[in-house]
């Protein structure tokens, strides 16, 4: 039985999954491992697998990231989510800057202190 919650994906998360998961398959096929070994490499199962480069929601991120580590490219899932690639977070930041920073001994003198 499939979750419910894959359906109710929206419709860019569904494409990206899909995406994703046909460029592993692509990324397994140009280094010739096969579903066999690339299943017994990552330790999950051979249905899994075919999940996996289907782009099925309802697989873990763990089945995706060890298949990812077989094909070499474990620092793509580190990086899925990294602050650096994170530009409205880092604009929200900068936009709660302080427009001025003041020296202790002026805001001492400020407040009378």
Do not use: C, W
């Not at 929206?10 to 066999?36: Q, Y």
């Not at 094909?71 to 899932?77: A, D, H, I, Q, S």
């Amino acid at each position: 039985m499939r979750s419910r919650s894959s359906t109710e994906l929206p419709p860019p998360v569904k494409k990206a999954l899909k995406k994703l998961g046909s460029d592993i398959n692509d990324a397994r096929r140009r280094r010739g491992i096969s579903t066999l070994d690339m299943a017994a490499k990552a330790m999950i199962s051979r249905p899994m697998l075919s999940r996996v480069e289907r782009g099925d929601a309802t697989v873990a991120l763990g089945g995706y990231a060890s298949v990812l580590f077989v094909l070499g490219m474990t620092e793509r899932v580190a990086e899925i989510a990294d602050v650096t690639h994170d530009s409205l977070g880092l604009e929200l930041i900068r936009d709660h800057l302080p427009k001025r920073i003041r020296s202790p001994k002026q805001h001492q003198r400020k407040h009378g202190r």
